[in-house]
């Protein structure tokens, strides 16, 4: 080697020997260890990033001697409230028809109970304001016709999901974070009884021989509930609630949760028909997205919804939404997704999408995918475009299909065009990371090219993310498909 030549990383040097004559410069270096290791700082010295490193271990040790509260507090008001309820309610049923009640409205109910209440407070020798009477006739109305304490977690629209541990502990997230919430229930018999009608109004049955199950209320909202003896603590109830007012794309943007060109880049990809997968975890706004989508989707279109619990709202008028049903008592009359996607296809939809893919039902999608219904979508669990690739890959391998995995890629490749992906961030915002393309195959690996991404820069003081929505500059693949709607000068700009 030359003297003013420098050593050529990842090339092996010979070893020095102890007799060597003269240490040059270089091998005074090695010796230290060079650029790439510095000394370590020497002991006593304050390392660099000390007063972080502090930071760190302080609010560590603040999370290590933390107590919690585990149990929601009820206050003055509503447990006084709920005390007289519970005085109350049995004289009350007493005196009331529950067949009849049951065909009137909340309104006319709470009417009928006026007089009632009355007199039985009268008999009870308990004296209310006029506050506590409201109060006392809408938790008795909940309790009869609606889904008792949970109502009020219900109506309150800055709640978008609600957890149930047993009849003492319920928490809410609201804008982000959780938090326990100030309701409790009777007992475990109360909580059941209200789980039970939660799920018997869409058919479906939750007891000791079917200890789970998948509804959804009125308005959309999922619910999953779990009962002893799988759980624990008692019935476990988990609402998902959904908006009553449809997000769009648009609103996305403003929330933060893209910049504007990924926001135009997605209005283009629903419109154009591409087929596109919503990838992310639990809770980080796949539903809200998809449904965000389909108001891209031309009215003329029929679109199909295929979906295990129907949460979907699309906003379109020709839309079709199908739901699979699970089997009975003696394990018969089940109908699956693959079921409902080769019913659909003799339907004659434009779209069909799916709302959230677990198994061997991904088949069915790249089916529909390739059977000329561009522009279909679908949602699916993955932290990463690349992860979600193989997921998929997974689910469909999981099935009987005795297909061999180059040709399950090659077909995963050709029918699927972008995924989207989507994260919770732990500050509780919602972000599209990632808007990624998949081009084809390369030997037996899917190529794929990344054309947004979000860049983590810093947190804010009070805790929030901040960060960049970045191009990479790249000529979408899928120009071709905006090209054919007229669209691709526009794509292109907001690619570029």
């Not at 069915?364 to 475009?385: E, K, R």
């Not at 054309?451 to 693949?477: A, H, N, T, V, W």
Request: net charge negative; glycine share 10%.
């Amino acid at each position: 080697m030359g003297a003013g030549a420098r050593p050529q990383f990842g090339v092996a040097r010979p070893m020095q020997g102890g007799g060597s004559a003269e240490k040059g410069p270089l091998q005074e270096k090695e010796k230290d260890g060079g650029d790439q290791f510095p000394p370590l700082p020497a002991e006593g010295a304050p390392a660099p990033g000390s007063a972080a490193s502090a930071d760190a271990k302080a609010r560590l040790d603040e999370r290590m001697n933390a107590t919690h509260q585990s149990e929601g507090e009820v206050g003055g008001f509503e447990a006084s409230v709920h005390k007289i309820k519970e005085q109350v309610l049995p004289r009350l049923l007493e005196r009331v028809d529950p067949e009849a009640a049951a065909t009137l409205s909340k309104d006319e109910l709470s009417e009928e109970f006026r007089p009632i209440i009355m007199e039985v407070l009268a008999e009870l020798k308990v004296t209310l304001n006029r506050r506590e009477q409201f109060a006392l006739e809408k938790v008795l109305v909940d309790e009869l016709l609606g889904f008792g304490p949970l109502e009020e977690l219900l109506n309150d629209p800055d709640i978008s999901d609600i957890m149930v541990n047993g009849p003492d502990q319920t928490y809410v997230e609201k804008k982000g974070k959780l938090q326990i919430a100030p309701i409790r229930f009777r007992d475990e018999t109360h909580l059941f009884q209200i789980a039970q009608r939660i799920v018997n109004q869409v058919g479906r049955r939750v007891d000791q021989t079917t200890p789970l199950a998948d509804a959804r209320l009125k308005d959309g909202s999922r619910v999953n509930v779990i009962v002893p003896p799988l759980s624990l603590r008692g019935t476990a109830i988990s609402i998902r609630k959904f908006s009553e007012k449809p997000i769009t794309l648009d609103m996305l943007q403003g929330f933060g949760s893209m910049s504007e060109k990924m926001c135009t880049a997605l209005k283009i990809a629903g419109a154009c028909r591409m087929n596109i997968v919503i990838s992310g975890g639990t809770g980080s706004g796949k539903t809200t997205m998809l449904n965000a989508l389909s108001k891209m989707i031309d009215p003329g279109e029929r679109v199909l919804t295929i979906e295990d619990a129907a949460e979907l709202r699309l906003q379109q008028p020709h839309w079709l939404p199908l739901e699979t049903r699970p089997p009975n008592l003696e394990g018969q009359g089940a109908i699956t997704i693959g079921d409902l996607v080769k019913n659909a296809l003799r339907m004659r939809p434009d779209r069909i999408i799916l709302g959230e893919i677990r198994g061997a039902e991904c088949f069915d999608l790249l089916a529909a995918m390739n059977t000329g219904h561009d522009g279909s979508m679908c949602t699916l669990h993955a932290n990463s475009p690349r992860e979600c690739l193989g997921r998929m890959e997974n689910m469909i391998l999981m099935g009987d299909i005795k297909i061999p995995k180059e040709a399950i890629s090659r077909q995963i490749a050709e029918s699927v065009d972008l995924i989207v992906q989507v994260k919770r961030l732990r500050d509780g915002s919602r972000r599209t990371t990632d808007i990624t393309e998949v081009i084809g195959m390369e030997g037996d690996v899917i190529v794929t090219q990344n054309l947004f991404k979000f860049e983590y820069l810093d947190e804010s003081e009070d805790g929030k993310i901040l960060g960049e929505f970045r191009s990479q500059g790249l000529r979408p693949y899928t120009l071709e498909k905006a090209r054919q709607f007229g669209f691709d000068q526009a794509y292109l700009e907001a690619c570029l």
